[in-house]
């Protein structure tokens, strides 16, 4: 993948450092639903 994240990678496992490829958004923006 593009931003270096391999699918099914659960999300705390994501670096604080990732933001999202497509909005530009940091970690800290997203929110469990």
């Known amino acids: 993948p593009d931003s270096g994240i391999a699918p099914g990678t659960p999300f705390e496992a994501i ?3 990732w ?15």
């Open 19 to 33: 933001f999202c490829p497509i909005c530009g958004s940091d970690k800290s923006k997203f929110a469990k639903l």
């Open 15 to 17: 670096p604080d450092s």
